[in-house]
């Protein structure tokens, strides 16, 4: 399985940029999906993540109300619309395909997602 993320750039504070994440084989519709970020010194944490059992979609605290999570299932590729984007949004962007079954307290956790994709670098500064 490969993951294959882009759309990451430099962007002024309060700006926009859409993530897209496209995969090889595996079809996002069938499987547990997540975007994650890693800012340089710090642990990699969930931003949004839909969960295939309740077919929901949860959100970082901090990205609540800013980022929307999509999906183009006949393109099997799933988005991430980054809106209001602040300072502290800079990081590299990685989204994740999980197989296996997932409890709702381990959704933001990278150890239960199988198969990542390289990265792409959000950069928010003026």
């Known amino acids: 399985v490969q993951l294959q993320a882009s759309g990451g750039g430099l962007v002024q504070p309060g700006g926009s940029l859409r993530l897209s994440c496209a995969a090889s084989?595996?079809?996002?519709?069938?499987?547990?999906i997540c975007w994650f970020r890693q800012a340089p010194g710090k642990e990699r944490e969930g931003v949004s993540c839909?969960?295939?059992?309740?077919?929901?979609?949860h959100y970082a605290d901090s990205v609540k109300g800013r980022f929307t999570m999509s999906r183009d299932n006949a393109e099997n590729t799933v988005y991430l619309q980054m809106n209001n984007l602040k300072p502290d949004d800079t990081a590299a962007y990685y989204c994740?395909?999980?197989?296996?079954?997932?409890?709702?307290?381990?959704?933001?956790?990278?150890?239960?997602?199988?198969?990542w994709g390289q990265g792409t670098l959000v950069t928010v500064s003026s």
């Open positions: 994740a395909i999980g197989v296996k079954y997932l409890i709702l307290s381990r959704k933001f956790d990278p150890m239960a997602y199988d198969y």
């Open positions: 839909f969960r295939r059992r309740g077919g929901s979609t």
């Open positions: 084989t595996l079809a996002f519709v069938d499987y547990n």
